[in-house]
């Protein structure tokens, strides 16, 4: 296991810094709290002098980044919840508007890394993928459930794989004989219809199953369903002056946050602060490979 698999390393942190802008006495939102990296920076840039509320479904997300974050326990207020869920989680905790809300929509390494967890297609699991355990249905009950047809076009919506067809055709076939719960034997079924042989992939090259993981983490977890949610409410959550960021990691993704943030500015709710996404520089890519695919955006509640 490679050192960024055991630790999980937040992209773009000094870059969400800057957008961001947390000045003391502010309170703010990080909606996807994962192992605790941004907030952590945020923190440090005020000294602490900040109300930061932390959300995550991972309950062991939420475990590791207190103890990342316990120097500054008295300024962090994590929850587990759906960042869906927003402006309840704020009015429970006694705040109707906030100065800055920002989302890391990417799966953390730590969850990738963890093979009972089943997003990866490297380490053998249960074909599991749900973020929040409290969730009911799972990737293998989608693989094993869903008519070729309707699983084709999953596959092809949420990880826009041109050869979603034959990909979806071949599970059915395989799930005849036998149900399949394993993440191992779901990647190398992906490799045998794209016609790759899975014991001669070369280190380093993006894995042939990477798509259809993904399609069926974002069905599984309603990720683009979440982030729409989430997105119809900041605007009102947001005092004047006020700032959002997200980062993204895929075009889905990167395309919702694009139409949310064009339409509220010709609105005139929104100022743009980034014209074009903020992407990673070549020093921060080799140290996380990971930050390769991350797209920045950002703007600021017009007062």
Known sequence: MT??????????????????????????????????????AICRAVKGDITLFGIDVDPVAIELARGTLADFSASVTTVQGNFAAISQILSEHGHQT?????????????????????????????????????????????????????????????????????????????????????????????????????????????????????????????????????????DSLLAPGGRFAVISFHSLEDALVKEDFRRKEEKGIYRPLTKKPVVAEQSEIIRNSRSRSAKLRAVEKVS
Do not use: W
């Not at 992209?11 to 605790?36: E, F, I, K, R």
């Open 98 to 234: 906030v100065n800055f809300i920002y989302a890391d929509l990417g799966t953390s390494s730590m969850q990738l890394a963890a093979p009972g967890r089943g997003f990866s297609f490297c380490l053998d699991g249960p074909l599991d993928m749900r973020l929040d355990p409290e969730l009911t249905t799972r990737a293998a009950d989608l693989v094993n459930s869903l008519k070729e047809t309707e699983l084709g076009d999953l596959i092809f919506r949420y990880g826009e794989e041109p050869k979603s067809r034959k990909i979806a055709r071949l599970i059915c076939q395989a799930r005849r004989g036998h149900r399949l719960d394993s993440t191992r034997e779901l990647a190398d079924l992906v490799c045998q219809a794209l016609g790759i042989d899975p014991d001669r992939l070369r280190p380093g090259r993006i894995h042939p199953a990477t798509k259809t993981f993904q399609a069926l983490r974002i069905a599984v977890n309603d990720e683009l369903g979440r982030l729409e949610r989430l997105l119809e409410q900041v």
């Open 3 to 40: 050192n960024e698999q055991q630790q999980h390393i937040p992209v773009l942190v000094d870059q969400l810094v800057a957008l961001v802008n947390p000045s003391p006495g502010m309170v703010g939102v990080d909606c996807t709290l994962g192992g605790g990296g941004h907030a952590l």
